[in-house]
């Protein structure tokens, strides 16, 4: 069951599996609520496997929260029951990755240009393409899975998120059409975002 847990969630659920099965049968209702939480983290820490999508995908399960074809922009928001791991949308090589120390307001604000981050730069067939990972009132740390000068394939995983965040992506905008808008429910590797404005992405 474990490998259905993400890397960095895993201790989380293990503790709280082991806790509640130790103080079950002497307090009862100290059990219950270790119970409670272990399947609050199994749900958030849950890690699924995907059928990777076509086009350019998205990096992050969650709801588009703004988009802007000016700046080849597509933003998610990811609340406490989405998926919290982030994939990468397309094939390419990681260039960077900077890690911000910052505020943890909530994930849906504008003052989120403040929080804690990570800045994933990959370099791709249609240029640099940029992943922010940032951090939001609850979530207080991303656990990167990759490295730099690490290929990646799409769909391949970049983190966990723990809990409530919120993911940038940036594209070339002249390379790409983003097919999606504010509101549109997103799946990590699987629904397509962007198309190449030369088909040569599958």
């Not at 399960?61 to 988009?67: C, F, I, L």
């Not at 911000?100 to 909530?106: D, F, I, S, V």
């Not at 989120?112 to 990959?122: A, F, G």
């Given at each position: 069951m474990l490998r259905l847990i993400a890397k960095g969630g895993r201790k989380f659920v293990g503790l709280g599996a082991a806790v509640s099965v130790l103080t079950l049968p002497f307090f009862v209702y100290v059990g219950l609520a270790f119970v409670v939480l272990t399947s609050f983290f199994i749900c958030v820490f849950r890690d699924p496997k995907r059928e990777?999508?076509?086009g350019i995908v998205a990096p992050a399960?969650?709801?588009?929260?703004?988009?802007d074809h000016e700046k080849g922009l597509v933003s998610t928001y990811?609340?406490?029951?989405?998926?919290?791991?982030?994939?990468?949308?397309?094939?390419?090589?990681?260039l960077r990755t900077t890690h911000?120390?910052?505020?943890?307001?909530?994930a849906f604000t504008k003052s989120?240009?403040?929080?804690?981050?990570?800045?994933?730069?990959?370099k791709t067939k249609i240029g640099e393409v940029s992943i922010v990972e940032m951090t939001g009132a609850i979530a207080r740390r991303i656990v990167p899975?990759?490295?730099?000068?690490?290929?990646?394939?799409?769909?391949?995983?970049?983190s966990l998120i723990r809990f409530g965040s919120r993911v940038d992506l940036y594209l070339p905008p002249s390379s790409v059409r983003i097919l999606v808008s504010k509101g549109h429910r997103l799946h990590a590797g699987v629904t397509c975002i962007a198309e190449v404005c030369d088909g040569s992405v599958e």
């Open positions: 990777i999508g076509k399960d969650g709801t588009v929260r703004e988009v990811l609340a406490l029951r989405n998926v919290h791991v982030t994939r990468t949308p397309i094939e390419g090589v990681v911000q120390q910052g505020r943890h307001l909530p989120t240009t403040d929080n804690e981050r990570v800045e994933i730069s990959i899975y990759i490295r730099e000068g690490q290929n990646l394939n799409k769909g391949e995983k970049l």
